[in-house]
């Protein structure tokens, strides 16, 4: 079998940036990898190897950011493609990452946030491309990871919660996250945005990592934004950016305001059971140590009167992050 190294070379000898100097660039959860390449002119790319027998593939993200692309927002320009191996040639656009320039300058939180917030405005109002439904039957059974991944590894299956809860769950999702969907990214947090403060307007939000986009509720990707497990968002800062929000887009304050916190509910239910599978089945044990401040957005999305039906049992049945727990959950 021809290994990535010769088929990366082979794509790359193809294109603009043939020749050009290679180092490696974070990489993220799945089983891409990243390197940034520069020319003898200092011109820049970055290139995705995204191995199709890991079960990888480059066409969905190609075709979210050639869209993101048309709509004015700032998605990677795809400079060269080649599915088949899983290769793309990317615009570069830089390494200003939301969770990297906040820190220099706390006092920009507030405008980042809100230029985060204007990239889900304008997505409000786009027309969007054929996209799976992320709906109340996909999002409850992703929330149910809680306890497959979470709670029964350390606590032993609790299959008569779990059901009971699902069937809750959906019912709530049911009755408060209706209406039209939009195009939503999922994993629109800090560590996937990039600061471009020479663009204008939503364009000076860089977007990394929408390759799973479905068509889910308005108030899914900023819950993604504001419920962030991986830094800190002030309470001042969220409440600002959901106002503006809604006054942006006109949404129903009290309905939408309501899908934002049952949304936050099904989102970190989620994080819960992936953060545990990354630490028991993958390795990745600094994943669990994400896990309290999981928690602690769960535990506060549950004091919300529309997830009164499913609090008492969550509280009961899912155990709280202990450093026994998560120790149990780095123990692969």
Not at 43 to 50: F, I
């Amino acid at each position: 079998m021809t290994d990535r190294k010769t088929l990366a070379d082979a794509f790359l000898s193809t294109t603009v940036m043939a020749g050009a100097n290679r180092g490696p660039l974070a990489g993220d959860a799945s089983n891409r990898r990243y390197e940034r390449l520069r020319d003898g002119t200092g011109r820049t790319a970055v290139l995705m190897d995204a191995p199709p027998e890991k079960g990888e593939d480059v066409r969905p993200f190609v075709r979210i950011a050639r869209h993101l692309h048309g709509l004015g927002l700032s998605a990677p320009e795809i400079l060269a493609e080649d599915p088949t191996n899983g290769f793309l040639l990317i615009e570069d656009l830089g390494d200003d990452l939301y969770s990297r320039v906040i820190p220099r300058d706390p006092s920009v939180e507030a405008e980042l946030y809100r230029a985060a917030t204007e990239v889900l405005v304008v997505l409000a109002d786009a027309p969007m491309p054929a996209l799976a439904p992320y709906g109340p039957e996909r999002m409850t059974e992703m929330a149910c990871l809680a306890f497959s991944k979470y709670r029964d590894p350390v606590v032993g299956q609790d299959a008569t919660a779990q059901s009971e809860f699902a069937a809750r769950f959906r019912e709530i999702m049911e009755r408060t996250t209706g209406g039209k969907p939009v195009l939503a990214q999922r994993d629109y947090h800090a560590d996937n945005l990039l600061w471009l403060p020479e663009r204008e307007g939503a364009a000076r939000v860089g977007l990394l990592d929408f390759q799973d986009a479905m068509a889910g509720h308005p108030a899914y990707d900023l819950v993604s934004l504001l419920q962030d497990v991986r830094r800190d968002v002030s309470p001042e800062v969220e409440a600002e950016m959901l106002a503006h929000y809604i006054a942006r887009t006109g949404a129903d304050e009290t309905a939408f305001r309501t899908a934002y916190m049952v949304l936050g509910a099904q989102r970190n239910l989620r994080i819960l059971g992936v953060f545990g599978r990354l630490g028991l089945d993958y390795g990745k044990p600094h994943y669990v140590d994400m896990i309290p401040k999981v928690w602690a957005h769960v535990m506060r999305d549950l004091d919300h009167s529309a997830l009164e039906p499913v609090a008492d049992l969550l509280r009961a049945s899912l155990p709280a992050p202990t450093p026994e727990v998560l120790a149990k959950l780095k123990r692969a």
